[in-house]
Protein backbone atom coordinates (compact mmCIF):
# COMPACT_ATOMS: atom_id res chain seq x y z
CA UNK A 1 0.00 0.00 0.00
CA UNK A 2 2.61 2.19 0.87
CA UNK A 3 4.51 1.90 -2.53
CA UNK A 4 1.00 2.69 -4.53
CA UNK A 5 1.12 5.92 -2.53
CA UNK A 6 4.43 6.44 -2.99
CA UNK A 7 3.62 6.07 -6.74
CA UNK A 8 1.03 7.79 -6.98
CA UNK A 9 2.72 11.09 -5.12
CA UNK A 10 5.15 10.46 -7.66
CA UNK A 11 2.88 11.03 -10.77
CA UNK A 12 1.34 14.04 -9.42
CA UNK A 13 4.73 15.84 -9.23
CA UNK A 14 5.60 14.42 -12.77
CA UNK A 15 2.53 15.77 -13.52
CA UNK A 16 2.88 19.25 -11.94
CA UNK A 17 6.18 19.48 -13.30
CA UNK A 18 4.37 19.53 -16.78
CA UNK A 19 1.99 21.60 -16.04
CA UNK A 20 4.52 24.50 -15.04
CA UNK A 21 3.36 24.54 -11.49
CA UNK A 22 7.16 23.36 -10.44
CA UNK A 23 8.08 26.47 -8.03
CA UNK A 24 5.25 28.78 -9.02
CA UNK A 25 1.58 29.70 -7.93
CA UNK A 26 -0.52 29.15 -11.37
CA UNK A 27 -0.69 26.21 -13.36
CA UNK A 28 -0.38 26.10 -16.73
CA UNK A 29 -0.66 29.52 -17.88
CA UNK A 30 0.76 31.82 -20.14
CA UNK A 31 0.03 35.36 -21.20
CA UNK A 32 0.71 36.87 -24.32
CA UNK A 33 0.86 40.92 -24.66
CA UNK A 34 1.25 42.63 -27.25
CA UNK A 35 2.55 46.00 -27.02
CA UNK A 36 2.33 49.63 -28.90
CA UNK A 37 5.83 50.62 -27.27
CA UNK A 38 8.99 49.61 -28.10
CA UNK A 39 10.98 47.76 -25.86
CA UNK A 40 13.91 51.00 -25.59
CA UNK A 41 11.06 53.29 -24.99
CA UNK A 42 10.90 54.40 -20.83
CA UNK A 43 7.49 52.28 -21.28
CA UNK A 44 8.91 49.16 -22.67
CA UNK A 45 11.53 49.07 -19.66
CA UNK A 46 8.87 50.15 -17.07
CA UNK A 47 6.32 46.98 -18.51
CA UNK A 48 8.96 44.80 -19.11
CA UNK A 49 9.96 45.27 -15.46
CA UNK A 50 6.44 44.63 -14.30
CA UNK A 51 5.92 41.76 -15.79
CA UNK A 52 9.05 40.05 -14.52
CA UNK A 53 7.82 41.45 -11.01
CA UNK A 54 4.40 39.70 -11.89
CA UNK A 55 5.66 36.42 -13.12
CA UNK A 56 7.72 36.29 -9.87
CA UNK A 57 4.62 37.26 -7.69
CA UNK A 58 1.67 35.13 -9.32
CA UNK A 59 3.58 32.83 -11.14
CA UNK A 60 2.14 33.56 -14.35
CA UNK A 61 4.35 34.08 -17.19
CA UNK A 62 3.79 36.80 -19.33
CA UNK A 63 5.06 36.85 -23.18
CA UNK A 64 5.70 40.34 -24.47
CA UNK A 65 5.84 40.69 -28.21
CA UNK A 66 6.80 44.65 -28.27
CA UNK A 67 5.34 46.19 -31.81
CA UNK A 68 6.03 49.54 -31.39
CA UNK A 69 3.37 51.76 -33.31
CA UNK A 70 3.51 49.16 -36.16
CA UNK A 71 0.54 47.78 -34.23
CA UNK A 72 -2.00 49.46 -35.90
CA UNK A 73 -0.86 47.59 -39.00
CA UNK A 74 0.11 44.35 -37.51
CA UNK A 75 -2.63 43.71 -34.57
CA UNK A 76 -5.73 43.46 -36.90
CA UNK A 77 -4.51 40.65 -38.96
CA UNK A 78 -3.06 38.36 -36.01
CA UNK A 79 -6.65 38.75 -34.28
CA UNK A 80 -8.50 37.72 -37.24
CA UNK A 81 -6.18 34.85 -37.77
CA UNK A 82 -6.99 33.56 -34.27
CA UNK A 83 -3.59 34.02 -33.00
CA UNK A 84 -2.94 33.87 -29.14
CA UNK A 85 -3.49 37.10 -27.91
CA UNK A 86 -4.40 37.79 -24.65
CA UNK A 87 -3.68 41.84 -23.98
CA UNK A 88 -3.00 44.33 -26.24
CA UNK A 89 -2.90 48.32 -25.67
CA UNK A 90 -3.10 51.56 -28.01
CA UNK A 91 -5.18 54.92 -28.08
CA UNK A 92 -7.94 54.67 -26.19
CA UNK A 93 -9.89 55.52 -29.19
CA UNK A 94 -8.25 52.92 -31.28
CA UNK A 95 -8.90 50.16 -29.15
CA UNK A 96 -12.68 50.60 -28.48
CA UNK A 97 -13.63 51.72 -32.23
CA UNK A 98 -10.95 49.95 -34.47
CA UNK A 99 -10.55 46.90 -32.50
CA UNK A 100 -13.49 46.95 -30.46
CA UNK A 101 -15.02 43.55 -31.50
CA UNK A 102 -12.66 41.79 -29.50
CA UNK A 103 -12.74 42.94 -26.35
CA UNK A 104 -13.89 41.34 -23.66
CA UNK A 105 -16.20 43.82 -20.97
CA UNK A 106 -14.20 44.53 -17.93
CA UNK A 107 -17.54 45.82 -15.63
CA UNK A 108 -17.48 43.13 -13.33
CA UNK A 109 -13.70 43.33 -13.15
CA UNK A 110 -13.54 46.65 -11.98
CA UNK A 111 -15.30 45.90 -9.22
CA UNK A 112 -13.37 43.51 -7.62
CA UNK A 113 -10.33 44.05 -5.51
CA UNK A 114 -6.83 43.67 -5.91
CA UNK A 115 -3.04 43.06 -4.55
CA UNK A 116 -2.19 46.23 -5.72
CA UNK A 117 -5.75 48.14 -4.66
CA UNK A 118 -5.41 48.65 -1.16
CA UNK A 119 -8.41 46.61 -0.26
CA UNK A 120 -10.42 48.88 -2.37
CA UNK A 121 -12.42 48.04 -5.89
CA UNK A 122 -10.29 48.51 -8.89
CA UNK A 123 -12.72 51.45 -9.54
CA UNK A 124 -12.06 53.44 -6.35
CA UNK A 125 -8.58 53.90 -7.41
CA UNK A 126 -8.05 54.93 -10.30
CA UNK A 127 -9.21 58.04 -12.16
CA UNK A 128 -12.68 58.46 -12.14
CA UNK A 129 -12.39 60.91 -15.29
CA UNK A 130 -10.78 58.32 -17.93
CA UNK A 131 -12.70 55.48 -16.77
CA UNK A 132 -15.77 57.31 -17.18
CA UNK A 133 -14.17 57.81 -20.88
CA UNK A 134 -13.56 54.39 -21.56
CA UNK A 135 -17.34 53.17 -20.17
CA UNK A 136 -18.85 56.51 -22.54
CA UNK A 137 -16.46 55.24 -25.46
CA UNK A 138 -17.35 51.80 -24.97
CA UNK A 139 -20.90 52.31 -25.22
CA UNK A 140 -21.96 52.22 -22.00
CA UNK A 141 -19.69 49.20 -20.89
CA UNK A 142 -16.20 49.25 -19.48
CA UNK A 143 -13.83 47.34 -22.76
CA UNK A 144 -10.75 48.69 -21.90
CA UNK A 145 -8.38 50.02 -19.35
CA UNK A 146 -7.09 53.60 -19.55
CA UNK A 147 -3.40 53.86 -18.96
CA UNK A 148 -0.74 56.70 -19.66
CA UNK A 149 -3.34 59.45 -19.26
CA UNK A 150 -2.36 62.49 -21.88
CA UNK A 151 -3.84 66.23 -22.21
CA UNK A 152 -3.56 68.79 -25.18
CA UNK A 153 -2.81 71.98 -23.93
CA UNK A 154 -0.31 74.70 -24.10
CA UNK A 155 3.35 73.75 -22.60
CA UNK A 156 4.99 76.24 -21.86
CA UNK A 157 8.96 77.47 -20.83
CA UNK A 158 8.44 78.42 -17.32
CA UNK A 159 12.27 80.34 -17.40
CA UNK A 160 11.33 82.03 -20.58
CA UNK A 161 8.41 83.25 -19.17
CA UNK A 162 10.31 84.41 -15.98
CA UNK A 163 12.66 86.18 -18.30
CA UNK A 164 10.19 88.05 -19.97
CA UNK A 165 8.37 88.87 -16.46
CA UNK A 166 4.90 87.12 -17.38
CA UNK A 167 3.58 86.60 -13.74
CA UNK A 168 0.21 85.75 -14.87
CA UNK A 169 -0.66 82.86 -17.36
CA UNK A 170 -2.95 84.20 -20.27
CA UNK A 171 -6.99 83.18 -19.69
CA UNK A 172 -7.84 85.38 -22.57
CA UNK A 173 -6.62 86.71 -26.29
CA UNK A 174 -5.51 89.61 -25.35
CA UNK A 175 -3.79 88.22 -22.72
CA UNK A 176 -2.17 85.93 -25.00
CA UNK A 177 -1.28 88.61 -27.29
CA UNK A 178 0.69 90.44 -24.46
CA UNK A 179 2.78 87.55 -23.46
CA UNK A 180 3.61 86.88 -27.03
CA UNK A 181 4.94 90.49 -26.95
CA UNK A 182 6.65 90.83 -23.69
CA UNK A 183 8.58 87.13 -24.75
CA UNK A 184 9.23 89.24 -27.84
CA UNK A 185 11.04 92.04 -25.63
CA UNK A 186 13.72 89.24 -24.87
CA UNK A 187 14.37 87.82 -28.44
CA UNK A 188 11.69 84.80 -28.22
CA UNK A 189 8.79 83.95 -30.29
CA UNK A 190 5.85 83.10 -28.69
CA UNK A 191 4.48 79.85 -30.20
CA UNK A 192 6.29 77.06 -32.24
CA UNK A 193 4.27 74.57 -34.26
CA UNK A 194 5.02 71.65 -37.02
CA UNK A 195 2.92 69.77 -39.77
CA UNK A 196 2.40 67.00 -36.78
CA UNK A 197 0.14 69.70 -34.93
CA UNK A 198 -0.95 72.65 -37.16
CA UNK A 199 -4.31 70.68 -37.41
CA UNK A 200 -4.76 70.90 -34.06
CA UNK A 201 -3.53 74.43 -33.40
CA UNK A 202 -6.32 75.20 -36.22
CA UNK A 203 -8.94 72.92 -34.31
CA UNK A 204 -8.59 74.48 -31.26
CA UNK A 205 -8.43 78.07 -32.41
CA UNK A 206 -11.92 77.89 -34.19
CA UNK A 207 -12.82 76.00 -31.33
CA UNK A 208 -12.26 79.03 -28.78
CA UNK A 209 -14.10 80.97 -32.01
CA UNK A 210 -17.39 79.46 -31.99
CA UNK A 211 -17.46 76.41 -30.10
CA UNK A 212 -17.13 72.90 -30.52
CA UNK A 213 -19.88 71.72 -32.16
CA UNK A 214 -20.04 74.15 -34.95
CA UNK A 215 -16.50 73.82 -35.26
CA UNK A 216 -17.30 69.80 -35.77
CA UNK A 217 -19.95 70.33 -38.20
CA UNK A 218 -17.33 72.46 -40.49
CA UNK A 219 -15.72 69.22 -40.59
CA UNK A 220 -18.48 66.86 -41.48
CA UNK A 221 -20.40 69.40 -43.74
CA UNK A 222 -16.69 69.75 -45.03
CA UNK A 223 -17.61 73.62 -45.26
CA UNK A 224 -15.01 75.61 -44.25
CA UNK A 225 -16.72 79.13 -45.44
CA UNK A 226 -17.69 80.54 -42.45
CA UNK A 227 -16.60 83.96 -41.16
CA UNK A 228 -14.69 82.06 -38.42
CA UNK A 229 -11.74 80.87 -40.96
CA UNK A 230 -11.60 84.29 -42.09
CA UNK A 231 -11.55 84.97 -37.79
CA UNK A 232 -8.78 82.41 -37.73
CA UNK A 233 -6.60 83.75 -40.69
CA UNK A 234 -6.39 86.99 -39.26
CA UNK A 235 -5.39 85.87 -35.82
CA UNK A 236 -2.52 84.07 -36.93
CA UNK A 237 -1.88 86.68 -39.76
CA UNK A 238 -0.91 89.22 -36.93
CA UNK A 239 0.78 86.21 -34.84
CA UNK A 240 2.92 86.25 -37.63
CA UNK A 241 3.51 89.72 -38.69
CA UNK A 242 4.60 90.55 -34.96
CA UNK A 243 6.66 87.78 -34.66
CA UNK A 244 5.09 85.75 -32.24
CA UNK A 245 5.38 82.24 -33.78
CA UNK A 246 8.92 81.19 -35.33
CA UNK A 247 9.15 81.17 -39.50
CA UNK A 248 10.29 78.13 -39.27
CA UNK A 249 7.01 76.73 -38.02
CA UNK A 250 5.86 76.77 -42.08
CA UNK A 251 8.30 74.17 -43.05
CA UNK A 252 9.08 72.30 -39.57
CA UNK A 253 8.60 68.17 -40.13
CA UNK A 254 7.79 66.81 -36.93
CA UNK A 255 9.80 66.91 -34.49
CA UNK A 256 11.40 69.89 -35.38
CA UNK A 257 9.40 71.88 -33.97
CA UNK A 258 10.11 70.78 -30.76
CA UNK A 259 13.29 69.95 -30.61
CA UNK A 260 15.06 72.49 -32.98
CA UNK A 261 12.79 75.40 -31.82
CA UNK A 262 11.19 75.04 -28.16
CA UNK A 263 13.64 72.59 -26.63
CA UNK A 264 16.40 75.30 -28.21
CA UNK A 265 14.76 78.29 -26.91
CA UNK A 266 13.83 80.07 -29.65
CA UNK A 267 10.15 79.61 -28.97
CA UNK A 268 8.21 79.45 -25.44
CA UNK A 269 4.74 77.80 -25.87
CA UNK A 270 3.91 74.62 -27.57
CA UNK A 271 0.23 73.62 -27.88
CA UNK A 272 0.93 70.03 -27.92
CA UNK A 273 0.89 66.99 -25.30
CA UNK A 274 1.77 65.87 -21.80
CA UNK A 275 3.50 63.86 -23.71
CA UNK A 276 6.10 66.44 -24.41
CA UNK A 277 8.54 66.79 -21.96
CA UNK A 278 9.50 62.57 -21.94
CA UNK A 279 9.99 63.14 -25.53
CA UNK A 280 12.43 66.15 -25.39
CA UNK A 281 13.97 65.33 -22.16
CA UNK A 282 17.39 64.64 -23.63
CA UNK A 283 17.68 67.75 -25.62
CA UNK A 284 16.03 69.89 -22.56
CA UNK A 285 17.06 68.11 -19.47
CA UNK A 286 17.31 71.45 -17.86
CA UNK A 287 14.30 72.94 -18.83
CA UNK A 288 11.55 73.94 -16.43
CA UNK A 289 7.72 73.28 -17.71
CA UNK A 290 4.66 74.66 -17.32
CA UNK A 291 1.42 73.86 -18.26
CA UNK A 292 -2.37 75.67 -18.94
CA UNK A 293 -5.37 75.39 -21.19
CA UNK A 294 -5.50 76.97 -24.51
CA UNK A 295 -7.03 80.39 -23.46
CA UNK A 296 -10.81 81.93 -24.74
CA UNK A 297 -10.76 83.95 -27.90
CA UNK A 298 -14.49 85.17 -28.96
CA UNK A 299 -17.42 84.66 -26.29
CA UNK A 300 -19.29 82.47 -28.59
CA UNK A 301 -16.52 79.99 -28.33
CA UNK A 302 -15.20 77.57 -25.94
CA UNK A 303 -13.03 78.97 -23.08
CA UNK A 304 -10.40 76.92 -20.82
CA UNK A 305 -12.65 74.50 -19.51
CA UNK A 306 -12.55 72.78 -23.20
CA UNK A 307 -9.87 70.47 -23.92
CA UNK A 308 -8.46 67.25 -25.51
CA UNK A 309 -7.56 64.39 -23.21
CA UNK A 310 -7.18 60.66 -23.26
CA UNK A 311 -4.98 57.98 -22.86
CA UNK A 312 -3.28 54.64 -24.13
CA UNK A 313 -5.64 51.46 -22.72
CA UNK A 314 -5.28 47.96 -22.25
CA UNK A 315 -7.69 46.31 -24.10
CA UNK A 316 -8.24 42.24 -23.02
CA UNK A 317 -9.01 39.76 -26.16
CA UNK A 318 -12.23 38.26 -25.82
CA UNK A 319 -11.03 34.72 -26.59
CA UNK A 320 -8.63 34.81 -24.30
CA UNK A 321 -8.98 31.29 -21.79
CA UNK A 322 -7.21 33.29 -18.73
CA UNK A 323 -9.42 36.45 -18.54
CA UNK A 324 -8.85 36.31 -14.39
CA UNK A 325 -5.33 36.42 -14.93
CA UNK A 326 -5.23 39.08 -17.95
CA UNK A 327 -6.92 41.79 -15.84
CA UNK A 328 -4.54 40.63 -13.01
CA UNK A 329 -1.74 41.67 -15.35
CA UNK A 330 -4.03 45.13 -15.92
CA UNK A 331 -4.57 46.16 -12.42
CA UNK A 332 -0.98 45.32 -12.05
CA UNK A 333 0.33 47.61 -14.39
CA UNK A 334 -2.23 50.67 -13.71
CA UNK A 335 -2.40 50.49 -10.12
CA UNK A 336 0.48 50.73 -7.31
CA UNK A 337 4.19 50.53 -7.56
CA UNK A 338 3.74 49.89 -11.53
CA UNK A 339 1.93 52.46 -12.50
CA UNK A 340 4.06 55.01 -10.35
CA UNK A 341 7.11 53.97 -12.01
CA UNK A 342 5.59 54.32 -15.46
CA UNK A 343 4.29 57.99 -14.99
CA UNK A 344 8.09 58.36 -13.28
CA UNK A 345 10.00 57.73 -16.03
CA UNK A 346 8.27 58.19 -18.53
CA UNK A 347 7.22 61.55 -17.19
CA UNK A 348 3.91 60.75 -18.04
CA UNK A 349 0.86 60.98 -15.89
CA UNK A 350 -0.36 57.86 -13.63
CA UNK A 351 -3.65 56.20 -13.62
CA UNK A 352 -3.73 55.52 -10.14
CA UNK A 353 -5.37 58.24 -7.50
CA UNK A 354 -2.20 57.35 -5.44
CA UNK A 355 0.37 57.86 -7.97
CA UNK A 356 2.53 61.02 -7.92
CA UNK A 357 2.45 63.04 -11.17
CA UNK A 358 6.14 64.35 -12.28
CA UNK A 359 7.42 68.06 -11.31
CA UNK A 360 6.91 68.14 -15.32
CA UNK A 361 3.34 68.38 -15.52
CA UNK A 362 2.31 69.74 -11.94
CA UNK A 363 0.69 72.42 -13.26
CA UNK A 364 -0.53 69.82 -16.19
CA UNK A 365 -2.71 68.12 -13.19
CA UNK A 366 -4.84 71.74 -12.39
CA UNK A 367 -5.88 72.07 -16.05
CA UNK A 368 -6.93 68.12 -15.87
CA UNK A 369 -8.62 68.56 -12.44
CA UNK A 370 -10.34 71.72 -14.20
CA UNK A 371 -11.24 70.43 -17.96
CA UNK A 372 -15.11 69.93 -17.62
CA UNK A 373 -15.92 69.58 -21.62
CA UNK A 374 -13.81 67.02 -23.78
CA UNK A 375 -12.80 67.90 -26.87
CA UNK A 376 -12.12 65.05 -29.73
CA UNK A 377 -8.62 65.22 -31.03
CA UNK A 378 -7.83 68.16 -33.23
CA UNK A 379 -11.54 68.94 -32.10
CA UNK A 380 -12.09 66.61 -35.42
CA UNK A 381 -9.54 68.46 -37.98
CA UNK A 382 -7.90 64.82 -38.89
CA UNK A 383 -10.53 62.98 -38.69
CA UNK A 384 -9.78 63.26 -42.56
CA UNK A 385 -6.52 63.26 -44.68
CA UNK A 386 -7.72 65.71 -47.33
CA UNK A 387 -9.26 68.31 -44.55
CA UNK A 388 -5.89 67.49 -42.46
CA UNK A 389 -3.12 68.77 -45.81
CA UNK A 390 -5.80 71.31 -46.67
CA UNK A 391 -5.34 73.26 -43.03
CA UNK A 392 -0.98 72.69 -42.97
CA UNK A 393 -0.55 73.75 -46.90
CA UNK A 394 -3.31 77.33 -46.53
CA UNK A 395 -1.83 77.83 -42.89
CA UNK A 396 2.07 77.59 -44.25
CA UNK A 397 1.29 80.06 -46.61
CA UNK A 398 -0.49 82.09 -43.64
CA UNK A 399 2.32 82.38 -41.67
CA UNK A 400 4.80 83.23 -44.10
CA UNK A 401 3.09 85.91 -45.75
CA UNK A 402 2.19 84.23 -49.13
CA UNK A 403 -1.65 84.36 -47.86
CA UNK A 404 -3.10 87.26 -46.18
CA UNK A 405 -6.09 86.31 -44.19
CA UNK A 406 -8.97 86.63 -46.93
CA UNK A 407 -6.99 84.54 -49.43
CA UNK A 408 -6.47 82.11 -46.75
CA UNK A 409 -10.00 81.94 -45.90
CA UNK A 410 -10.68 81.83 -49.64
CA UNK A 411 -8.44 78.98 -50.35
CA UNK A 412 -10.30 76.48 -46.96
CA UNK A 413 -13.23 77.79 -48.32
CA UNK A 414 -12.53 75.80 -51.75
Known sequence: MKKLVMGIMACLCIGLLFTGCSGTKETGTKLVYWSMWNEAEPQGQVILRAAEAFTEETGIPVEINFNGRDIRMTLQPALDAGETIDIFDEDIERVNNTWGNYLLPLDSYISQTYSTTGGQPFSAVVNKT?????????????????????????MYNKGLFERAGIVSLP?????????????????VAGFVVDDAYMAALFGY???RIVGMDATLAM????DFSGPQVLRFGQIWENMARNGYITPSSAANVYPAGQVNDFASGKAAMYLNGTWLPNEIKGNAPNMRWGSFA???IDPTGDGPEANNFGSQCFGINKNTKYPDEAFRFVAWLTTGTWDAALASESLGIPMANASEWPPALAEAKAVVDATTKRLPWAVGMENTAEINAKIKENFAKLITGEFNAQQFADAMAR
Open 130 to 154: LLDLARQIGGGSVKAIPYQPSAFIT
Open 171 to 187: KTWDEMLDVCAKLKAIG
Open 205 to 207: VID
Open 219 to 222: VNNN
Open 294 to 296: FPA
